[in-house]
């Protein structure tokens, strides 16, 4: 059964920076693509970038162009969000989910890591 971890959340001040992994086991990494999605109190869970199953291609929430940027690293099973010049908007549990990129047949979701902005 596949399996996602995610790490490196924790509490920063504005303007600091931040580096999330999230560690997949048990499916074949390199074949999925890869997303973070972000979820704040009281508010939906949104996308926040999204990565091909190669690294070639990436997306960005608008909110975040500029200061996050997605990566993988597909010999270590491992997807990254750096977050720099963090918000207090930004404020939210971070979860990686991953889904079987050619036929969309499976798809994995991890527990999420907390990732909090303030002073």
């Known amino acids: 059964q596949g399996q996602l971890v995610e790490s490196g959340g924790g509490l920063v001040q504005p303007g600091g920076s931040l580096r999330l992994s999230c560690a997949a086991s048990?499916?074949?990494?390199?074949?999925?693509?890869m997303r973070w999605y972000r979820q704040a109190p009281g508010k939906e869970r949104e996308l926040v970038a999204a990565?091909?199953?190669?690294?070639?291609?990436?997306n960005y929430a608008d909110s975040v162009k500029g200061r996050f940027t997605i990566s993988r690293d597909n010999a270590k099973n491992t997807v990254y969000l750096q977050m720099n010049s963090l918000k207090p908007e930004d404020t939210a549990m971070y979860y990686c989910?991953?889904?079987?990129?050619?036929?969309?047949?499976?798809?994995?979701w991890g527990q999420g890591t907390q990732v909090t902005v303030s002073s």
């Open positions: 989910y991953g889904y079987e990129e050619r036929l969309r047949s499976t798809a994995y």
């Open positions: 990565i091909t199953r190669t690294g070639g291609i990436t």
């Open positions: 048990g499916f074949i990494f390199s074949g999925y693509a």
